[in-house]
């Protein structure tokens, strides 16, 4: 069992229960230093700081880490020098659940925006010993990106270093807890199927292209029920608030839902919907579609990724939501026959089976090796060892 170092700047959201995830499951002794889910600009400039004074505190409790594992909303490279004189020299993987290369500008952001972020994270893959990016698609879409960022340097370019760094990512899925997601299940009404929206409510996951095309549909006389339910901190979720009122009693849940009560909705959706402009990975999809819910995805983003056999009728091609959408709902058991078996399939990335997966890695480095990767480069997903 190895003592492991785990770095959370950013805890809350689908990062803190990463971090929360990996150090209940994982055999080795994790121990976690973290900051609050605030102020992510904040983070990327400045927690290199705090971080490293509150890693001082924890290491003299609890002894030096044999191996360091740094979510990536933080410079690391700032954080290591800040944390030499008392870290030693232990292998350090930087843990990717977004970059900021391919994340999509607010509508509200003023002009071009800055490289800081950017550079940020370069610099970060640069410092660590391996990075491991959540999907392939990340991994795939950040590679291609760097180049252009790197070509932009007056002089002293750094694209030479890309190929190596390159080597040193690796493709390490997010652990879902799916322990208490039912299989299959309640089967709701079949003249009014349930449509599930459960992602979080900015504007990176396009909520107004599905509630136009809900509100189309409904215009159009299709029957269903709708949940719009998610993580929401901003002030005027207009569109959310809009369509709640047009589609009147179709909305059976709205808001921000406790685990409990997220779960039992998850046991009575039909159908799961996105049209995100933005997706590494997708938790909250990887929830409904354990749970049996039919999805209505878009064929880009991680999706393609995670549904991998069942492409054909998981995922609708670019302007087709709409039609997508009605198709699903005026025929839902159809289409669930088409998608049998993938609630099955997407329990791949249930924690208490990706687990073995980190725990091999960490372990593969701390021997002084380079971890083996069981994710990419490979059509074949592991198999489901905790549950058989």
């Not at 685990?259 to 938790?283: K, P, T």
């Not at 409904?288 to 998981?314: F, K």
Request: hydrophobic share 45%.
């Amino acid at each position: 069992m190895a003592r492991v170092l785990l770095i959370e700047p950013f805890h809350g959201g689908s990062h803190g229960a990463w971090a929360d995830g990996l150090a209940r499951h994982s055999r080795h002794e994790v121990v976690t230093v973290s900051h609050p889910a605030n102020a992510w600009r904040w983070r990327m400039r400045g927690g290199a700081l705090t971080l490293a004074a509150a890693t001082k505190l924890v290491v003299e409790e609890h002894g030096p880490p044999e191996v360091v594992v740094v979510s990536g909303m933080v410079d690391l490279a700032r954080w290591l020098g800040l944390t030499r004189q008392f870290l030693g020299d232990p292998p350090v993987v930087l843990y990717l659940h977004e970059n900021q290369l391919g994340y999509p500008d607010s509508p509200n952001q003023k002009g071009a925006g800055s490289d800081e972020f950017l550079i940020s994270n370069w610099m970060s893959m640069a410092a660590a010993d391996e990075v491991w990016c959540n999907s392939a698609f990340q991994r795939q879409s950040l590679l291609t990106a760097l180049p252009a960022l790197l070509g932009r340097a007056p002089d002293l370019s750094h694209a030479r270093f890309l190929p190596a760094v390159a080597e040193r990512c690796h493709v390490v899925p997010v652990g879902v807890d799916l322990a208490d997601v039912p299989r299959c299940g309640v089967p709701g009404d079949p003249l009014a199927p349930l449509v599930l929206w459960n992602q979080r409510w900015d504007h990176d996951k396009n909520p107004k292209a599905v509630l136009d095309a809900l509100i189309q549909l409904a215009d159009a006389g299709v029957a269903f029920r709708v949940a719009l339910v998610g993580e929401n901190k901003r002030v005027d979720p207009r569109e959310f608030i809009e369509a709640r009122s047009y589609l009147g009693e179709r909305v059976v849940a709205y808001g921000f839902l406790d685990r409990l009560d997220y779960v039992e909705l998850l046991g009575r959706a039909d159908v799961v919907v996105s049209a995100a402009d933005h997706e590494f990975f997708g938790i909250a999809v990887v929830e409904a579609m354990a749970a049996g819910c039919v999805p209505v995805l878009p064929a880009r983003q991680s999706y393609p990724e995670l549904v991998g056999a069942w492409a054909d009728g998981a995922l609708y091609p670019d302007a087709g939501l709409r039609t997508r959408l009605r198709d699903v709902l005026v025929d839902i058991e159809s289409w669930r026959a088409r998608v049998a078996g993938l609630d099955g399939a997407i329990r791949r990335f249930d924690w208490r089976t990706v687990v073995h997966d980190y725990d091999d890695r960490l372990d593969s480095l701390v021997a002084g090796g380079t971890s083996v990767s069981r994710y990419e480069d490979s059509d074949q997903w592991p198999t489901d060892r905790s549950l058989d």
